[in-house]
Every structure is written in C-alpha cells, then in structure tokens.
C-alpha cells in the first residue's frame, strides 16, 4: 500500500526539508502532535515531513499504556493509521524460538499451540483441548501446563502457556522486516526531498541511524536530532553502524571499528528518568557517528522535551552552517 506522509507546512516552497520518524507504537500524526512546541520556532526555515511506519503494532500494549502514547491497544486511531513500527521484534512472532530449537520434530500439541500464539496476539490465555479423551499426558517441547478438563462429561486435556513479555525494540536481538522501512523511505526521499535533516524518537531515532548508514538516498542529509535513541542489540543490524577493517598488520583475527555515519551533525537527546533507554545505550548509538555528536540531557524520562532551554538547544543546532 502507499506510504503515508504529513506534511507540517503543505505547500511552502523554499524551506530546507526535515524526515521525522516517530517511535514504536506511534504514527506520523502522533508524532507531529508531539512535536509541536519544538517545531513552533523553526517553521518559518524548515518544512517537516512525517512518515509512518510500515508495521503494524496493533495490540503489542494494553489500553493504559496505549494511552499514555498516544494510540489505541486495538489499532483505532483518529486518523486511522493506528500504532506502527519501523521494525518488528522476532521473540514475539517465535521466529527467534525456531532459532533457538534443538532440531527436534515438535510435536503436534506443541505445532498446535504455536500456531494459536501466532494467530491471536494473546500468549496469556492460548490454549488447546484434546477431545479424544486420552487419560495421558503427551510431552510438550515448550513449557506448556497441562491440566485434566472435563466438559459434557469427556475428559480431555488442557494445554495453557505461561504468559511470555513480549519484547520491545530496545531489548529484541532479532529484528525483522527491515526491507519494508528502508522502502517507505526511499519512497519519502522520491516524493519529498531531498532532506536536510532528519529527527526520530526511540525506535524511531534508532531506525535514523541505520537509514543514514546504509542509504545513498539520505546523501543530503547534513544533520540529525535523536530523541531516546539506542543502537539496536541485534548483532548484525549493530553492525551497520560500525565500519569493520582489518588490522594494519593484516591480522583477520583484529578488527578496527569505526563510525559508519560520516559527515552528518547529530544531536543526541536523553532524559535522566528515562527508564527505557538508557543512557548508555544513547551513548553506544552516538559512537556510529564520525563527527562529534552532541548530547542534551533533560529531567524527564522517554519523550520529547519542550523546555525553553531544550527549544533554544535545538534551535541553535539545527540553524547552524
């Protein structure tokens, strides 16, 4: 389907151009809501361009917390785009446990309740009933409790899987369905940019990073704001961040790392409360950028500041030649 964009300012000409990249869960019109008080001051140079995510992530929290960032648990949005996400998080769909599995067949209880996970979205309360009325109790693979049930009078048995947390995008090690994101981007650019600057928040910022290290398309690009960014802890997406050498003696056993992002300003944003990204992981994504980035922290926790001091911050750095 075609990617959705937002416009802050439709229509004016001659205005540097800004990508903005809202964060999990959020939607290019959550995010511009969010952005409001640091966007007022710059509206007159910059022309902002929000995009929303390929993925869905309808359901991944409960309607407290979906409230508390702007969306619905069910996907229900005023503008109908519901919560997205730039990447999804593969312990939750079980591609990372298919990875983990010790090559044996599963059996056809355990197939069962996969495949119930998988199609409801709910791991507290799937569950499966053999009807054949068996007083054994076959073996499962995955840690499922078996209970005896009786209904009309047939015993039968029960599986019910433990609730399993799911997995946010700070935290996943397998990352999926990067191919998509990097498409609705090159598909901002086309109908958009070029762009001058390019802001995002949490997973957001992250996805930022990495579209900035591997995409030609974001050449233009000269300078970044990253609110609650964090590189990501799959070991193969990490390392698009870091440019691998060998050795100056030839040695391939002795790797040298070095900034992937060359060439581009980038303003890293943390809150002191933030307890879901912490400063060391703000600090690990800075260090995939070669020129010095900078870093603004704030009293607050995971979300975009709207302090004076924060407004005149930003102000000054983005303006800057």
């Not at 075609?2 to 229509?11: D, E, I, Q, V």
Request: aromatic share 6%.
């Amino acid at each position: 389907s075609r990617a959705h964009f937002l416009m802050s300012t439709p229509g004016m000409e001659g205005k540097a151009k800004v990508l903005c990249l809202h964060g999990f869960t959020q939607n290019a019109e959550t995010f511009r809501a969010k952005t409001g008080s640091v966007r007022k001051h710059l509206k007159s140079k910059l022309e902002f361009v929000f995009v929303d995510a390929p993925h869905s992530a309808a359901g991944f929290f409960d309607q407290s917390d979906a409230a508390s960032l702007g969306t619905t648990s069910d996907g229900v949005h005023e503008n109908h785009a519901g919560p997205r996400a730039w990447w999804l998080m593969g312990e939750n769909d079980g591609t990372q446990e298919s990875r983990e599995n010790d090559g044996s067949k599963p059996n056809a209880v355990t197939e069962t309740l996969a495949g119930v996970a998988l199609a409801s979205g709910d791991m507290e309360h799937d569950a499966v009933v053999d009807t054949m009325g068996s007083t054994s109790l076959p073996e499962t693979t995955d840690g499922a409790k078996k209970t005896e049930t009786e209904t009309n009078g047939t015993v039968g048995t029960e599986y019910r899987r433990a609730t399993k947390p799911k997995v946010r995008p700070a935290a996943s090690t397998c990352m999926v369905g990067w191919e998509a994101t990097a498409g609705v981007i090159r598909s901002a650019v086309t109908e958009h940019g070029p762009f001058t600057g390019v802001v995002g928040f949490s997973q957001g910022a992250s996805t930022a990073a990495l579209a900035l290290a591997t995409m030609p398309e974001l050449a233009s690009v000269k300078w970044t704001v990253l609110f609650s960014g964090f590189e990501p802890r799959d070991a193969r997406v990490s390392d698009w961040l870091h440019t691998s050498n060998t050795g100056a003696e030839g040695d391939t056993e002795e790797r040298l790392y070095s900034p992937a992002i060359k060439n581009i300003r980038s303003l890293h944003v943390h809150g002191v409360k933030d307890t879901m990204v912490t400063k060391d992981r703000t600090e690990a994504l800075m260090r995939a950028f070669e020129e010095t980035p900078a870093l603004f922290e704030h009293d607050g926790g995971h979300g975009v500041p709207s302090s004076k001091p924060f407004r005149d911050a930003m102000k000054q750095f983005v303006l800057a030649e």
